[in-house]
């Protein structure tokens, strides 16, 4: 257990609607991180909050957007769903400003979004 | 072209037997260098993690990096069934917010 627990684990949605994906993270992780994974490949970095701010962001639009919460909670929001936004959604919490700094990320399992 | 290439596979081998997974990268700034371990319906496991060149074992896992041919491996010596999985390479720049990763190589092992 990695004390990273995400909701849901399994979602479908239509094109155009807008989600919202929600991570738990181990208190005192004051750095959560989000990845897409898509099907056979990779997580591609989305973007990393550092208590409560936004602190790096990957190759991703606007209509991708997060918050990260005092509780060590955060959410992941996407807007106007389009098919191509279907994959395996991670989150990641780690004790430093960034994952070098502490040598682990801890992984939720992540959830997987379907956009039909 | 991408920043990290790892060879999908799959990779199958006979139980006991000495596995080889590699990933070579573009970018110099790359400092630190981690495989992760991960299971069908998962999230990532971090099963090492080395920021100089040379070799780092723990167990029947050895890391092996060389950044002068930008060239990462991961060596697992007998082989076991538990060891089914994708496993991940990913690097990341000193003090960068993110990592960037390989596709990922699904290895079997067969009993």
């Known amino acids: 257990e990695t004390g990273v627990t995400q909701s849901p684990t399994h979602l479908i949605k239509t094109r155009g609607q807008q989600v919202t994906l929600r991570c738990s993270s181990q208190s005192g992780h004051n750095t959560v991180s989000w990845y897409q994974q898509a099907l056979g490949q990779g997580p591609q970095f989305i973007f990393q909050y550092y208590r409560e701010e936004e602190n790096g962001r990957g190759n991703f639009p606007p209509r991708f957007s997060g918050l990260q919460f005092p509780n060590y909670s955060s959410e992941l929001n996407v807007n106007a769903l389009e098919l191509d936004d279907s994959a395996l959604y991670l989150c990641?919490?780690?004790?430093?400003?960034?994952?070098?700094?502490?040598?682990?990320?801890?992984f939720g399992e992540g959830s997987r979004l379907t956009v039909l | 072209q991408k920043e990290v290439e790892q060879d999908p596979g799959p990779l199958s081998v006979p139980e006991g037997a000495i596995v080889s997974l590699n990933c070579t990268y573009s970018n110099s700034a790359f400092q630190y260098f981690m495989w992760y371990r991960q299971y069908s319906r998962k999230g990532p496991e971090l099963l090492m993690y080395t920021y100089s060149s040379g070799n780092k074992e723990d167990g029947r896992f050895t890391a092996q990096v060389d950044k002068s041919s930008k060239y990462i491996s991961l060596f697992i010596r007998d082989s076991q069934p538990s060891d089914s999985a994708t496993y991940l390479c990913a690097m990341a720049n000193f003090g960068n917010e993110k990592l960037t990763f390989g596709t990922g190589t699904r290895l079997t092992i067969i009993p």
């Open positions: 990641a919490s780690s004790l430093g400003d960034s994952p070098t700094d502490t040598g682990e990320l801890f």
